[in-house]
């Protein structure tokens, strides 16, 4: 009981044991590299792990967008086809 006290405090209310229960159980949901970031941040409701988790995700998925750009402009048939484009001023039909 010591224990649960301990990480639970209780004398905080009621509304305060309840967010850390529900953010304990978010966390335990999360995907490893997710669940490093927020536990990190150390949100202490449910709101703050969403934000968090928008955070990250849109952090992520802007790093994705631009290494999938730069692959394509990497690409030999690309290079070719805006080569072309360029040269008989407009693009292809």
Do not use: C
């Amino acid at each position: 009981m010591k224990q649960v006290r301990r990480w639970l405090h209780p004398e905080n209310g009621v509304e305060a044991v309840m967010n850390k229960i529900v953010v304990k159980q978010l966390l335990i949901g999360l995907p490893n590299d997710l669940k490093g970031f927020v536990a990190s941040h150390n949100p202490e409701t449910p709101t703050v792990v969403a934000n968090l988790i928008e955070t990250y995700d849109s952090a992520h998925a802007n790093w994705a967008y631009q290494q999938i750009r730069t692959w394509y402009q990497e690409q030999p048939d690309h290079k070719r086809s805006n080569h072309s484009r360029k040269e008989s001023g407009g693009p292809r039909k």
